[in-house]
């Protein structure tokens, strides 16, 4: 099949976030979890359509007995329609590319609105199905069955460069001890610290690959277990991201950070919180390696 875009809700409250099912959630304060690496295909989301495939997920609709209790919010729809941009851009799609052949919502899957028939009709009943999956059928309740072109048209705005937000603003460069030895730091308007990626897993020894075309860093570490945190690194500090994975089957997403004078950064405190790296502060400093 060729590369597609689904989008989805996931029928739960806005704060549920688990790896396995899509690779990125969105909350309902529209805060994305990047969760695994868009390079890997997930068995579950899109019936008989998982392969070569993104999913991309709204915690919401989970409302008993009356899903509109938990709507789609708008913070969550753009966050959405941002991310399935950036996908489309690293893929080399302009904007007459966002098709329903290429994105799609899992009630035009299921209903196989592409003209692929890949199986049974199990989408919206209006459209000849079972009315098992209607994702985004709807943007809103009560509103038309056009949520399928809605969103096409939102990413379409962000692909043509709509919307974009300010770059992240550095404020001074310092150093830090890690492990014993200075490195340098550059420190951002909220006082956080950034280093270079590279650098830090080089400090501690723990081995990785840079995959340039697809802003990727794989790490080869087996005591590594990424904690999703709420916290990640938004689309929303304005420059462009790269992700950190680790070298495993499901490639789940240690962490995200930003691509700066063509090298990759991350949050110094991120990093070691991930890596089970101790901490001390006044003045920050890193230290070993000790897991939990």
Not at 31 to 41: E, M, N, P
Not at 48 to 70: E, F, H, Q, Y
Not at 171 to 180: E, F
Request: glycine content about 10%.
């Amino acid at each position: 099949m060729p590369a597609t875009i689904y989008l989805h809700w996931a029928a739960t409250p806005y704060d549920w976030v688990r790896p396995g099912h899509y690779h990125s959630i969105i909350a309902g304060d529209g805060t994305l979890h990047r969760l695994h690496a868009y390079t890997i295909d997930l068995p579950a989301h899109t019936w008989r359509r998982n392969s070569n495939a993104v999913a991309l997920s709204c915690a919401c609709m989970g409302g008993r007995p009356d899903p509109w209790s938990i709507p789609p919010t708008e913070a969550q729809l753009d966050a959405m329609c941002r991310e399935a941009a950036e996908i489309a851009r690293g893929w080399g799609w302009g904007e007459a590319d966002i098709t329903i052949e290429r994105v799609m919502t899992h009630a035009e899957a299921a209903s196989n609105r592409d003209g692929r028939w890949m199986h049974d009709n199990y989408g919206p009943v209006i459209w000849g199905g079972t009315g098992e999956r209607w994702d985004f059928l709807q943007l809103r309740k009560g509103g038309p069955p056009s949520g399928g072109d809605e969103l096409r048209q939102r990413i379409r705005a962000f692909l043509a460069g709509g919307g974009q937000p300010a770059p992240l603003v550095f404020r001074r460069s310092a150093t830090m001890q890690v492990r014993g030895q200075e490195l340098d730091v550059e420190i951002d308007e909220h006082g956080s610290s950034w280093a270079r990626a590279a650098d830090l897993l080089l400090r501690y020894e723990i081995p990785y690959a840079w995959e340039a075309s697809r802003r990727r860093l794989l790490v080869g570490s087996l005591d590594v277990v990424p904690s999703f945190r709420a916290d990640q690194v938004q689309p929303q500090v304005g420059w462009p991201l790269f992700e950190m994975t680790l070298l495993s089957g499901p490639a789940p997403v240690i962490l995200r950070g930003i691509l700066r004078d063509n090298r990759a950064w991350c949050r110094v405190l991120e990093f070691a919180e991930e890596f089970g790296i101790s901490v001390s502060f006044e003045p920050f400093t890193l230290l070993e390696r000790r897991g939990g």
